[in-house]
């Protein structure tokens, strides 16, 4: 089946730092990646959608020059959190949509997810 | 209004009963649905999809009334490995945009 990775895994990082975290179709193509993050016990809750080769679109109440997502090519989208701080601590996940063709429709396949804390 | 809701449980059950969760959604507009298993620090997993017509995948059977804008998830003869959080999800639009809007999922414990 379809893999996704995301790098790190787990993250702990000093309040203010940025963190850059990777997500990463293994073996299909994706012009669409989407960005989740999940707080203890909540849904998951979508963050972005993130389009190759143009501008993320962002959720509305997701602030875009706090959480930078980056496309540059079909199978790698980034998000970073700049200046991150504690309230930022959450579970983060991945999912790709792979091109038409190369999957059932309307499948999103999900990373494994980046634990982020900051302390 | 949440757009997807479900009974958070927890719901415990011995192995081998048959457990139900309900899900309503608030967006009539809404094009696909579907029901994904969450594990504990886990991605979710999509278990299945969801019907107008009923759809069955052994133990597990999901159904879908529009006219109610209620989702459901049978699970027949419960095993341990059945225990997660199942999510319930809806797609908004119709093809295209594909964004998946989740519920908080309900909590299953199977026990010996």
């Known amino acids: 089946g379809a893999v996704v990775s995301q790098h790190p895994s787990r993250v702990i990082c000093k309040s203010g730092t940025s963190v850059k975290i990777e997500c990463r179709s293994l073996d299909f193509q994706a012009t669409t990646m989407f960005w989740y993050r999940q707080f203890p016990k909540k849904s998951l809750m979508l963050m972005a959608t993130s389009n190759e080769g143009s501008k993320a679109t962002y959720e509305q109440g997701v602030e875009k020059d706090k959480f930078l997502i980056n496309h540059a090519s079909l199978t790698l989208s980034t998000l970073t959190v700049t200046s991150a701080h504690p309230e930022d601590s959450s579970f983060y996940i991945c999912s790709s949509l792979p091109l038409a063709g190369e999957g059932p429709r309307e499948t999103q396949y999900f990373g494994p997810g980046t634990r982020l804390l900051v302390l | 209004r949440k757009e997807v809701e479900q009974d958070p449980g927890p719901f415990n059950v011995p192995e081998g009963a048959t457990v139900a969760f309900n899900c309503t959604y608030s967006?009539?507009?809404?094009?696909?649905f579907f029901w994904y298993r969450q594990d504990c620090r886990k991605e979710p997993k999509l278990l299945m999809s969801v019907y107008s017509s009923g759809n069955e995948d052994g133990r597990f059977t999901a159904q879908l009334n529009r006219a109610s804008q209620y989702i459901s998830l049978l699970i027949r003869d419960s095993k341990l490995s059945d225990s997660a959080t199942y999510l319930c999800?809806?797609?908004?639009?119709?093809?295209?945009?594909?964004?998946?809007?989740f519920g908080a999922g309900t909590r299953l414990a199977v026990h010996p």
């Open positions: 999800v809806v797609t908004p639009l119709p093809g295209g945009y594909n964004k998946l809007i």
């Open positions: 967006n009539s507009a809404s094009q696909s």
